[in-house]
């Protein structure tokens, strides 16, 4: 990772990280990437790029009012670019403050 | 509920790597296509076809009736028998743990079907789950409305035809 850090070109996650915390200033921001649980996947195979699937739990006050599709919506919306550049999945949880701390 | 969700999730998996090696060739010929309802008024090229090229009806008309006539409809990467993806295989065992019937299409065989789905619900991955006419959302959201019962809610009033 720190070896990607040297290169110009930020990796799809550090991508994901940056435009999703300037839009959602969320609390709770975790990008992980497990593209590798899909290397076999069909609807993949021959792409040279490897930052394919991710899973993305995000913490927001952006959230709140909003259903899940609409959630859901919001990030995909974000993310537009990367989708259309090679990212194929993302596995999504999507909650408010209050949701993770429902005492509160 | 644990439990049932725990085996839920092996299925998926295992599911997926069985399907791994599966090739093109093996479900040739089982395809699936929405039914065409009683409507009198449903026009002859709604009817089921072997390709949709050969149908003059924009694709978008094709979905629209498609979420009209089939109470849960999903746009998956195989079929229900032959899932291609683990997202549309959860999304799949997810429904098939209600007594729903299940009409999919998929959409790795027609490119075009694909983007014009993902037009018409402005949701740009795969599975797209629709009950009812209303676009529910992809796999994680199934899930997540499993687990709170809101699909239980959702498919109440919808009862198995067999």
Known sequence: MSSRGATAVLSRASRIRSKLQTALEATVLEVDDVSYQHAGHAAVKGSSDKETHFNLNIVSPKFEGQSLVKRHRLIYDLLADELQSGLHALSIVAKTPHETNPSK | ?162
């Not at chain 2, 295992?14 to 040739?28: M, V």
């Not at chain 2, 076809?49 to 979420?67: R, T, Y």
């Not at chain 2, 746009?75 to 019937?101: E, H, I, N, T």
Request: aromatic share 10%; net charge negative; with cysteine.
């Open chain 2, 1 to 162: 509920m644990t439990t049932s969700l725990s085996s839920i999730l092996f299925k998926g998996i295992a599911a997926r790597s069985f399907t791994a090696p599966l090739t093109r060739s093996c479900y040739h010929g089982m395809r699936y296509f929405a039914t065409v309802s009683n409507d009198p008024d449903t026009h002859d090229d709604f009817k089921p076809a072997n390709k949709l090229e050969n149908s003059n009806i924009s694709l978008a008309d094709v979905i629209e009736q498609d979420v009209k006539d089939n109470p849960v409809m999903i746009y998956m990467k195989g079929v229900p028998d032959f899932p291609q993806c683990g997202f549309s295989s959860l999304a799949v065992r997810v429904l098939q743990q209600y007594d729903v019937p299940l009409s999919a299409r998929n959409i790795l065989e027609d490119p075009e079907l694909k983007n014009a789905v993902k037009a018409f619900s402005n949701w740009p991955t795969f599975p797209q789950v629709f009950i009812k006419g209303e676009f529910i959302g992809g796999s994680d959201i199934v899930l997540n409305m499993h687990q709170t019962g809101d699909l239980k809610e959702k498919l109440k009033d919808i009862t198995s035809k067999q």
